[in-house]
């Protein structure tokens, strides 16, 4: 059986593992957070829209980014 290409063997946190993560937890929190600010704002325009999703968007993916790198790095020990 020939060995797997690409193995990895992590020391400490697993950026890799933190990247996937992150962006999958940002997607499942983030689209129902927005879709609930969004509720008592005026958003007329499309460009409102995304400049909008754009800003809550990032505060979501840096509050969750954080978050799962410090559960990452308790975890590794």
Do not use: H, K, N
């Not at 193995?7 to 400490?12: A, F, H, L, S």
């Not at 999958?24 to 609930?36: M, Q, R, S």
Request: charged letters at 15%; a negative charge.
């Amino acid at each position: 059986m020939p060995e797997p290409v690409e193995t990895t063997d992590p020391e400490g946190v697993d950026y890799a593992w933190v990247m996937q993560t992150t962006f999958v937890l940002t997607i499942v929190a983030g689209v129902p957070l927005v879709a609930a600010l969004s509720v008592g704002i005026d958003l007329s325009s499309w460009t409102e829209w995304a400049d909008f999703a754009v800003r809550v968007g990032a505060v979501v993916w840096l509050c969750t980014a954080v978050g799962v790198f410090l559960y990452a790095r308790r975890r590794a020990g």
